[in-house]
């Protein structure tokens, strides 16, 4: 028997401890789960927001940014073993559509993720299949598998801008994910990076995170900004990870003439792009979503090296019964809150 935490409805959690464990299948991986992040996305989809989980969906087990010891391996698998840390891609894809016939298969036109539409791993045992599975170093804490994820994300992000070395980089929105952004743009070269938020809070773990400016929109104009931390060079090339309004119209009028803005950010609300702006500044408007698998296995690459540091975001534990209570802490603690993480030792 295991433990399972089902989000019934939207505001709702049950935690259940009498589930029959899954069964390993061939050419499949049984987890022993050992850290969940908790995502934005997953705060969305806690409130009935999120626009891909209609209410007929619920109830659904949430989980998809976490760490793992191997315990059990199908007949067929013969790249990894029991004993090993791993994590895994959250993508269950058709794959046989357009996208997945060219090797896109992160956007697949049939995409599931584990989490939202498909089974997450708020669960002590999990099974994946393996050819999602990601190994990860012997050193690593199950901390930093929980991160890595989330630094997938930024490493495809960055992968779709068409350079990052030499150039100034702007990103809008400090949480979490942006700080990932900032980091991977210097790890990736960036000349400088500069970060803007509405919260201290945030602003100072990205300083903390070795960003190399920070701007707080509510005390500076973008403009201003821009100016004190990159002088009359400007910016090349912006993230925006915010997923408000005002981040976009802001980058679109200050960023350089032929620049190229990456949109990370989920918008709850559909913005309004102001396309005579990008028209007559040849800007270039590229989006993002999730990651590949080589992006997962660069994210290990970066956090075994220290280039990009998963310690000073993580805000808050909580043990595993307590997994509602961490929903609850994180919309009560608002913009001091950054990556919080379920343990299920």
């Not at 401890?17 to 996305?41: A, L, M, R, W, Y």
């Not at 996208?99 to 993720?113: A, E, S, T």
């Not at 903390?208 to 931390?229: F, H, P, Q, T, Y």
Request: hydrophobic share 35%.
């Amino acid at each position: 028997m295991m433990r399972q935490a089902v989000m019934t409805k939207p505001g709702e959690i049950e935690f259940n401890d009498s589930v029959d464990e899954p069964t390993v299948g061939p050419g499949q991986v049984k987890f022993h789960i050992k850290k969940i992040g908790v995502c934005g996305s997953d705060i969305h989809v806690f409130h009935g927001t999120h626009a891909t989980v209609p209410p007929e969906m619920y109830p659904l087990i949430q989980g998809h940014e976490y760490s793992a010891e191997i315990v059990e391996v199908g007949e067929g698998v013969t790249k990894v073993k029991p004993g090993m840390k791993a994590t895994a891609r959250p993508q269950i894809v058709c794959p046989s559509c357009p996208p997945c016939d060219r090797g896109d298969y992160h956007i697949c036109n049939k995409l599931r993720v584990e989490g939202f539409q498909a089974p997450g791993v708020a669960q002590d045992y999990f099974i994946t299949t393996e050819d999602r599975v990601i190994p990860l170093p012997d050193n690593f804490t199950y901390d930093q598998g929980a991160m890595v994820e989330p630094v997938a994300v930024t490493v495809h992000a960055m992968n779709r801008a068409t350079e990052v070395k030499g150039k100034n980089v702007l990103v809008t929105g400090a949480g979490p994910i942006g700080n990932l952004v900032a980091q991977v743009a210097k790890a990736y070269g960036a000349k400088k990076v500069m970060i803007t938020d509405i919260s201290d809070f945030r602003l100072e773990k990205a300083t903390e995170c070795k960003i190399d400016g920070v701007s707080n929109s509510k005390n500076e104009s973008l403009a201003d900004g821009v100016k004190r931390v990159f002088g009359d060079d400007g910016y090349d090339l912006a993230f925006e990870c915010a997923g408000v309004q005002v981040a976009l119209d802001g980058i679109v009028e200050t960023i350089n003439k032929g620049s190229e803005i990456v949109v990370v950010a989920c918008f709850t609300k559909p913005p309004v792009v102001d396309l005579a702006g990008l028209q007559d500044r040849e800007l270039t408007l590229i989006g993002t979503l999730m990651y590949k698998h080589e992006d997962y296995e660069k994210s290990v690459e970066l956090i075994s090296s220290g280039d990009v540091l998963c310690e000073p975001l993580i805000t808050k534990r909580f043990p595993f019964e307590q997994y509602k209570d961490a929903y609850d802490y994180i919309d009560e603690e608002g913009e001091r809150s950054l990556k919080v993480i379920i343990d299920l030792n």
